[in-house]
Every structure is written in C-alpha cells, then in structure tokens.
Nanobody
Framework: VQLQASGGGLVQAGGSLRLSCVAS????????MGWYRQYAGKRGDMVAT???????NYADSVKGRFVISRDYAEDTVYLQMNNLKPEDTDVYYC?????????WGQGTQVTVSS
C-alpha cells in the first residue's frame, strides 16, 4: 500500500485546512489509519487515528478542533483541521497499519501564521 498525502499549506491562525491521504489500494484491510506530526526530525506525535470500526482518537491538543474520517469509496483518510493555531505548525504524516505492517506517506507541511 502506498499513501499519498496532500492538503498542507499556509494559513492564518483561526483558519482551516483539510489534509487528505489517498491509498493506492483498498483501505478496507487497514485496521487503523491516522496522522502524525514530526517530532525532533522524525515522525513522532500522534495527532489523530481512526480504526476500521470508526473509533477515533485525538491528541489532547487538537480535541474539539480536528476531525478525522475515512472514506472507503475513495480509499482516503481525511483530517479536517479547524481553528488552527501557530503551534500546529509542523510536517504531518499519514500512517496506516495492516496488522503488524506499517505504512507511511510522505509528509505535508502545515504552517499557521499568527
């Protein structure tokens, strides 16, 4: 499975962005998909995840502002980012897991200006 992330950009504080992660194949077998942000130059902190049963989990810093969703028809996972803050600035990575196998997409830069 290959993951293609997009949707990053430059936005003012309080604005919104929607990140998209398109899988090269069906996402039905991917029991969890999510977004991580860069930490110390490496993929690190979990931002949001969603399981194949629809259970979502969010980092405390984004609860109430970000929404993760899966579109099985489009083989895509989205991250709707609302009320963005300067501290949300980072490189965001799409992740998926199929059992013990992990897949990562390339990062997409999100920059929030104050």
């Amino acid at each position: 499975v290959q993951l293609q992330a997009s949707g990053g950009g430059l936005v003012q504080a309080g604005g919104s962005l929607r990140l998209s992660c398109v899988a090269s194949g069906s996402i039905s077998s991917l029991h969890v998909m999510g977004w991580y942000r860069q930490y110390a130059g490496k993929r690190g902190d979990m931002v949001a995840t969603v399981t194949d049963t629809g259970s979502a989990n969010y980092a405390d810093s984004v609860k109430g502002r970000f929404v993760i969703s899966r579109d099985y028809a489009e083989d895509t996972v989205y991250l709707q980012m609302n009320n963005l803050k300067p501290e949300d600035t980072d490189v965001y990575y799409c992740h998926a897991a199929d059992g013990p196998v992990d897949y990562w997409g390339q990062g997409t830069q999100v920059t929030v200006s104050s």
